[in-house]
C-alpha cells in the first residue's frame, strides 16, 4: 500500500503549501492543483492496477501499543478509490481557473487546505479496517467538508446550509458510531472481523443503525434535507466532489456492514430497496420544481442515490434466496452506477459550474440560449444529461440495464420477491422518464431558446482548465457506454469482495448485449451526425436568412412568452402534489390596467416540511424554555460541573 499512502500524502501536502503561500495568490493555486491532481492520478494508477490485477493489500500502524490504525485494500475499496480520485483529478483541475477570480489569497489557501482534507479521508473511510480507523476518517472527512461548505460564508444562507450540514452528519454519525458500540459490546474488539460472531437478531439492529447512519451521508430519504442546501453553497468543483464521491461513502459503509455481518436475510433487500425507490422517485419530482440549477442537481444525487440502492436491493433479496444470478447482476449494477454517477454528476456541476462563473446566476429562468456562446459547455451538458437519464450509447444506461435484468430475473422467485422485483421494474421506469423531463427543461430553458436577461446574452465560456475536465468526464460517459466490458469486470472484482463466494456467475451474455445496444445507438448517433455534415456542406455557398421563430399570429414576441422552469414542470408537478406541495405567490390582477405583478412557486420538501415542525420548532421551544440557565454567573456554571460529578459518580 506504499503508492496508496503516496498519493494522500502528496494530496495533502498541497493543501498545506496552498495555505503556507496563500498570500501568493496563482502560485499557491497552482502548486495546490498540481500537486491535488497529481496525487490523486497516482492514486488511481494504483487503485485501477489493484482492480484489473486483484489481490488484496493490509498495513497497520500501532500507537503506543494502546490501539492500531489498520487500513485493508481489496476489490471493493480499489473500486471506490477509482472513483474518488478519478473525480478528485478533474475537480483539482477544473479549479484553477475557477477560483482565479475569487478575493482573498488565506480564503483560497484555506478552501485547497480543506479540500485536500477531503480527498485524502475519503480514501481512507474506504481503506479503513477497523472502527477506530473509520471513525477517525469519517470525522475528519464530516469536518473537512463542512468547512467547503461554508467557503461562502458570508452569505446567511450558506451558513444556515453549513450548519444544518453538520448537524446531519454528525446525527449520521452517532448511528453509526451506535451500531458498532454494538459490535463491540458483544465482540470486545475494534477489529471488523469478529462482526460475524454477532447473534442474528443483533445484526438487524446494527445494519439498521448503521443503514441510518450511512445513509444520512448518502442523501436517501428522508435523511437528505441537507443536501439540496449544501451543494448550491459550496464552490462548484467541491459540489462536484460532493456529489460525486463523497456521499458514495456512504454507499460503501452500508455494503461494508453487510459484507461484514455475513448475514443474509431478504430484510436487508427490503430496506434497501424501498428507500431505494422512495430516494428515486421523489427525489426526481423535488429536481422538477427547482428554479435553482445546483439545487436541481443536488435532488438528482438523491433520485441516482435511490438507482444505487435499488440495485443493492435486489442483490440483497438474491443472495438471501440463492440465486447467484441476481445477486451479481443486482450488485454489479449498483456498484457500476457509483462509479457512472461520479463522471455525468461532476460533468453536470462543472457545466452549473461554467454557467454561474459566466452569469453570475444559478436561476434557470434568468438564462436561455447559452448553448451559442457556450458550445463545449453545452455539449457536454448534453451528453451528461443523456447519460443521467439512462440513455444510450452513454454509461448511465449500462448500470441501469443490469439493475433491469437483475430485477426481472428475479420475478419468478417467490410471492413477496415477484412483488419487490415488479415495484423495482415500474419505479426505475418511473425515474427514468421523470429525469428525462428534467433534462429536457433544463437543457431547453437554460441552453436554448433566446436569452432572457443581458447576462445570459453576453455569457461566453472561458478558461482551459474549465473545459479540459468537462471533455475528459464527457468522453468517459461515452467510453463506459460503448465498451462496457472492462468496467463491468471492475464492478464484478468489487461484487466478489463482498464474499459471497458464487465462483463463475454466466453474466457475459448480458454485457454483449449491452455493448451491443449501445454500440447500435453509437451507430445512429453517427448517422445522424454524418447527415447533419452533408447538409452543412451544401448550404455552405449558399445563403442563409435568419429571422425570428413565428409567433403564432404574434407581432412582436418576447423571450417572456417562452416556457419557462415552473411552466414546463407544472403539470407533472401537479400530479405529484401530494408528496411535494406546491406553494405559489401569485396576486390577482385587479383593473382596467392592472400594474405590474409577479408569480413565484416553491416545491416543499415534505421531509423538510415535517422535519421543521415535527422536530425543529418543538426542540427550539425547549431550549428557549431553559434559557434561564444561561445566566452568565461563573460561580453557579462551576456548581453545574460539581454536580454532574457527584451523580456520575453514584453510576460508575
Known amino acids: 500500500m506504499c503508492q496508496f499512502?503516496?498519493?494522500?500524502?502528496?494530496?495533502?501536502?498541497?493543501?498545506?503549501?496552498?495555505?503556507?503561500?496563500?498570500?501568493?495568490?496563482?502560485?499557491?493555486?497552482?502548486?495546490?492543483?498540481?500537486?491535488?491532481?497529481?496525487?490523486?492520478?497516482?492514486?488511481?494508477?494504483?487503485?485501477?492496477?489493484?482492480?484489473?490485477n486483484p489481490g488484496e493489500a493490509w498495513t497497520s500502524f500501532n500507537y503506543l501499543d494502546l490501539f492500531s490504525l489498520s487500513f485493508h485494500v481489496d476489490g471493493l475499496s480499489a473500486f471506490f478509490l477509482t472513483a474518488i480520485f478519478a473525480v478528485s483529478m478533474m475537480a483539482a483541475i477544473y479549479s484553477?481557473?475557477?477560483?482565479?477570480?475569487?478575493?482573498?489569497?488565506?480564503?483560497?489557501?484555506?478552501?485547497?487546505?480543506?479540500?485536500?482534507?477531503?480527498?485524502?479521508?475519503?480514501?481512507?473511510?474506504?481503506?479503513?479496517?477497523?472502527?477506530?480507523?473509520?471513525?477517525?476518517?469519517?470525522?475528519?472527512?464530516?469536518?473537512?467538508s463542512f468547512f467547503l461548505v461554508i467557503y461562502g460564508h458570508e452569505s446567511s444562507e450558506n451558513r444556515k446550509a453549513g450548519y444544518l450540514y453538520f448537524v446531519f452528519t454528525h446525527i449520521g454519525a452517532m448511528f453509526v458510531l451506535g451500531a458498532f458500540g454494538l459490535i463491540y459490546g458483544h465482540t470486545g474488539s475494534f477489529d471488523f472481523a469478529p462482526m460475524a460472531d454477532v447473534p442474528e437478531a443483533v445484526k438487524i439492529l446494527i445494519f439498521v443503525l448503521s443503514f441510518i447512519g450511512f445513509g444520512?451521508?448518502?442523501?436517501?430519504?428522508?435523511?437528505?434535507?441537507?443536501?439540496?442546501?449544501?451543494?448550491?453553497?459550496?464552490?462548484?468543483?467541491?459540489?462536484?466532489?460532493?456529489?460525486?464521491?463523497?456521499?458514495?461513502?456512504?454507499?460503501?459503509?452500508?455494503?461494508r456492514i453487510y459484507a461484514i455481518l455475513d448475514f443474509h436475510t431478504p430484510i436487508f433487500g427490503y430496506i434497501t430497496l424501498i428507500a431505494g425507490v422512495l430516494s428515486g422517485i421523489l427525489g426526481v419530482v423535488y429536481a422538477l420544481g427547482q428554479h435553482d440549477i445546483k439545487r436541481l442537481l443536488a435532488y438528482h444525487s438523491v433520485e441516482n442515490i435511490g438507482i444505487i440502492l435499488i440495485g443493492l436491493g435486489m442483490g440483497m433479496i438474491g443472495a438471501a434466496t440463492g440465486n447467484p444470478l441476481v445477486t451479481v447482476l443486482g450488485f454489479a449494477g449498483g456498484i457500476l452506477h457509483v462509479l457512472n454517477h461520479s463522471i455525468f454528476k461532476s460533468l453536470l456541476?462543472?457545466?452549473?459550474?461554467?454557467?454561474?462563473?459566466?452569469?453570475?446566476t444559478r436561476s434557470i429562468d434568468a438564462l436561455g440560449g447559452l448553448l451559442k456562446g457556450m458550445k463545449i459547455t453545452g455539449t457536454t451538458f448534453i451528453i451528461a444529461s443523456l447519460a443521467i437519464c439512462g440513455l444510450p450509447p452513454f454509461n448511465g444506461f449500462v448500470s441501469e440495464f443490469f439493475i433491469y435484468m437483475g430485477s426481472f430475473k428475479s420475478i419468478p422467485l417467490g410471492s413477496m420477491t415477484f412483488a419487490m422485483s415488479i415495484f423495482a421494474i415500474i419505479s426505475l421506469a418511473v425515474i427514468g422518464g421523470l429525469a428525462l423531463a428534467c433534462f429536457t427543461k433544463v437543457v431547453g430553458v437554460v441552453f436554448q431558446?433566446?436569452?432572457?436577461?443581458?447576462?445570459?446574452?453576453?455569457?461566453?465560456?472561458?478558461?482551459?482548465?474549465?473545459?479540459?475536465?468537462?471533455?475528459?468526464?464527457?468522453?468517459?460517459?461515452?467510453?463506459?457506454?460503448?465498451?462496457?466490458?472492462?468496467?463491468?469486470?471492475?464492478?464484478?472484482?468489487?461484487?466478489?469482495?463482498?464474499?459471497l463466494d458464487y465462483g463463475q456467475v454466466p453474466v457475459e451474455p448480458f454485457g454483449h448485449i449491452t455493448g451491443n445496444i449501445t454500440f447500435a445507438a453509437l451507430l445512429f448517433l453517427v448517422l445522424v451526425l454524418i447527415i447533419l455534415g452533408t447538409r452543412s456542406?451544401?448550404?455552405?455557398?449558399?445563403?442563409?436568412?435568419?429571422?425570428?421563430?413565428?409567433?403564432?399570429?404574434?407581432?412582436?414576441?418576447?423571450?417572456?412568452?417562452?416556457?419557462?422552469?415552473?411552466?414546463?414542470?407544472?403539470?407533472?408537478?401537479?400530479?405529484?402534489?401530494?408528496?411535494?406541495?406546491?406553494?405559489?405567490?401569485?396576486?390577482?390582477?385587479?383593473?382596467?390596467?392592472?400594474?405590474?405583478?409577479?408569480y413565484h412557486s416553491h416545491v416543499n420538501d415534505i421531509a423538510e416540511l415535517h422535519m421543521i415542525n415535527a422536530v425543529v420548532r418543538p426542540v427550539l421551544y425547549l431550549f428557549d424554555k431553559l434559557r434561564w440557565m444561561q445566566h452568565g454567573d461563573i460561580h453557579l456554571y462551576i456548581g453545574y460541573i460539581l454536580l454532574t460529578i457527584i451523580l456520575l459518580l453514584f453510576f460508575i
Open 349 to 360: 456541476f462543472m457545466g452549473a459550474g461554467m454557467v454561474l462563473h459566466q452569469t453570475g
Open 216 to 255: 444520512s451521508k448518502a442523501g436517501v430519504f428522508p435523511f437528505h434535507v441537507w443536501l439540496p442546501h449544501a451543494h448550491p453553497a459550496a464552490p462548484s468543483h467541491i459540489s462536484a466532489v460532493m456529489s460525486g464521491v463523497m456521499i458514495k461513502t456512504g454507499i460503501y459503509g452500508i455494503l
Open 449 to 499: 431558446g433566446e436569452p432572457r436577461t443581458k447576462v445570459a446574452e453576453n455569457a461566453k465560456e472561458h478558461g482551459v482548465a474549465m473545459m479540459v475536465p468537462m471533455g475528459i468526464l464527457a468522453a468517459a460517459c461515452v467510453i463506459i457506454g460503448v465498451y462496457p466490458k472492462v468496467f463491468i469486470n471492475m464492478a464484478l472484482k468489487a461484487v466478489q469482495a463482498l464474499g
Open 537 to 598: 456542406i451544401y448550404y455552405r455557398k449558399k445563403t442563409v436568412t435568419r429571422s425570428g421563430t413565428w409567433g403564432c399570429g404574434f407581432t412582436q414576441p418576447t423571450v417572456k412568452m417562452q416556457y419557462t422552469g415552473s411552466s414546463y414542470a407544472g403539470s407533472i408537478l401537479e400530479f405529484f402534489s401530494a408528496a411535494a406541495p406546491l406553494t405559489e405567490d401569485h396576486p390577482p390582477i385587479k383593473g382596467r390596467f392592472p400594474v405590474k405583478t409577479h
Open 96 to 144: 484553477f481557473h475557477y477560483m482565479e477570480n475569487e478575493e482573498g489569497g488565506i480564503k483560497n489557501g484555506v478552501n485547497y487546505f480543506f479540500f485536500s482534507m477531503l480527498i485524502a479521508s475519503m480514501a481512507l473511510v474506504v481503506t479503513a479496517a477497523n472502527i477506530l480507523t473509520f471513525m477517525l476518517s469519517w470525522e475528519i472527512m464530516s469536518l473537512s
Open 5 to 52: 499512502f503516496n498519493s494522500t500524502l502528496i494530496i495533502m501536502l498541497g493543501g498545506f503549501l496552498s495555505l503556507v503561500l496563500a498570500r501568493q495568490k496563482t502560485l499557491s493555486r497552482g502548486i495546490a492543483v498540481l500537486l491535488l491532481s497529481g496525487g490523486s492520478l497516482l492514486g488511481l494508477i494504483d487503485s485501477a492496477g489493484k482492480l484489473l
